[in-house]
């Protein structure tokens, strides 16, 4: 189930309708909207965690002392209703709290994406656990995801804090909301946002806390700098996620970032010298926060990254498109935002040999090209490609670019495509 979310008369953005989904990216020109959009998607998902989701139209039943609990179409309708009902009551509080100060806005409303689709069917159980010698009465409640009538995921969460099987029940609908905003049973959205100014952000962060003030920053750029000063490393990582940082760590790193205490390190690969993060490259600036994301004790599984490009050469540009494409393989959700024709141009091309790796085999071209198949995206993972366009009067609005594919171009970044038009319109005048 996809999150949409419809936002109007929003700063500089008229009208955007934005599906959350696995790989998000936006393209448009500077002061489109394009910062704030991603900024407001972050802060309503945290807000949306502690909403209290109605309970009148889930389904319910008792067999044999276990309990069967289901939320279907119904449920999700009416948990539609009752967001957008709180959206609309307190817009403006909201968006005052993740900006901290007052911007106009229209509307913000969610809809829930395919939910005709799903249901969820949930067993509310209790049984006895003996840990460390105390037995102790403990509550499980498994869940199960259907699509089309076959279920297609379990989720298993224990509960806390509750007398009986009852008051157990009454949780679920609240653990069902946390599946389908964040994917956990457990409400912890696990999110990050890597803001443009990243670089200079990591240098000046411990300073900005020694101060013992917290200023007039955006909840996402403030959670990013109490990020980096609770920052611990995950001693156990998975193997997903140790595939993906040494994959950073070679193509685009060409070294480890590593943290020994409060303070921030390069280590370069070949000459293995250790070098303080403030003296470093802004290459080494830009993507220590992504290598952080991933190796983190806190997992981030929702990944925001303000102009992503930033600092890199074009070369590396097509290695950080494969690196997104592969965090997005693992699970992750990933929303970036980029001006570069370079990175929308890998991506485009990626985005096309994974539709022709439908059609036939492509192992010839992916061989030549240095390219394998974790390079294209999965066959689940959903994908929505946004162009800021920004009008006359000054006004965005925010398209979803179609896949073209016959012929099959791919995605059409007409704002790339003009400026390479009058570039090389430029150098032929120059040149004739």
């Not at 656990?129 to 009465?137: L, P, S, T």
């Not at 806190?298 to 494969?322: F, G, T």
């Not at 670019?401 to 016959?406: A, D, G, T, V, Y």
Request: hydrophobic share 40%.
């Amino acid at each position: 189930m996809v999150l949409h979310l419809t936002i109007k008369e929003f700063g500089r953005v008229e009208l955007a309708e934005i599906s959350l989904d696995n790989f998000v990216v936006f393209v448009g020109n500077n002061n489109s909207g394009k910062t704030m959009i991603m900024q407001l998607i972050y802060g309503l998902r945290k807000k949306l965690v502690d909403f209290s989701v109605p309970v009148t139209e889930i389904k319910q039943t008792e067999i044999n002392g276990q309990y069967l609990v289901r939320c279907d179409q119904d449920w999700f309708t009416e948990l539609e209703l009752e967001i957008n009902k709180y959206l609309d009551q307190n817009k403006s509080r909201i968006i005052e709290d993740i900006f901290g100060m007052s911007i106009p806005i229209g509307e913000i409303r969610i809809k829930l994406k395919e939910k005709e689709l799903m249901y969820f069917v949930s067993s509310v159980s209790g049984y006895r656990n003996d840990n460390w010698g105390e037995q102790k009465n403990e509550i499980r409640v498994n869940i199960l995801q259907y699509e089309n009538g076959e279920d297609v995921k379990a989720f298993e969460s224990q509960v806390s804090d509750c007398i009986n099987l009852e008051d157990a029940v009454k949780k679920v609908p609240q653990i069902v909301w946390g599946l389908i905003l964040s994917e956990k049973t457990a409400l912890d959205l696990g999110q990050l946002f890597l803001p443009a100014s990243r670089s200079g952000l990591q240098l000046l962060y411990k300073q900005y806390f020694a101060g013992g003030t917290e200023g007039n920053l955006v909840v996402p750029i403030k959670d990013f700098l109490r990020f980096l000063q609770l920052y611990t490393e995950e001693k156990q990582l998975q193997e997903t996620r140790k595939d993906l940082l040494e994959f950073g760590e070679k193509h685009l790193l060409q070294g480890k970032v590593v943290q020994k205490g409060n303070d921030t390190f390069y280590v370069d690969s070949i000459t293995n010298k250790m070098i303080s993060l403030h003296i470093a490259s802004s290459m080494i600036h830009e993507l220590s926060p992504f290598m952080k994301a991933l190796g983190a004790a806190q997992r981030i599984d929702w990944l925001y990254c303000d102009e992503v490009e930033n600092s890199l050469h074009p070369l590396l540009q097509r290695e950080m498109a494969r690196w997104l494409i592969r965090m997005v393989n693992t699970g992750m959700h990933v929303i970036v935002s980029s001006h570069s024709d370079t990175m929308a141009s890998r991506l485009n091309n990626l985005f096309m040999l994974t539709y022709l790796k439908q059609k036939k085999n492509i192992y010839g071209i992916l061989t030549e090209l240095g390219l394998t198949e974790n390079d294209l995206l999965r066959s689940n993972v959903k994908l929505g490609i946004y162009e800021f366009k920004t009008g006359k009067l000054g006004k965005t609005v925010v398209e979803k670019l179609e896949f073209i594919s016959c012929p099959l171009i791919g995605y059409d970044f007409k704002l790339f495509g003009s400026n390479l038009d009058k570039l090389y319109n430029e150098a032929d005048r120059i040149t004739g």
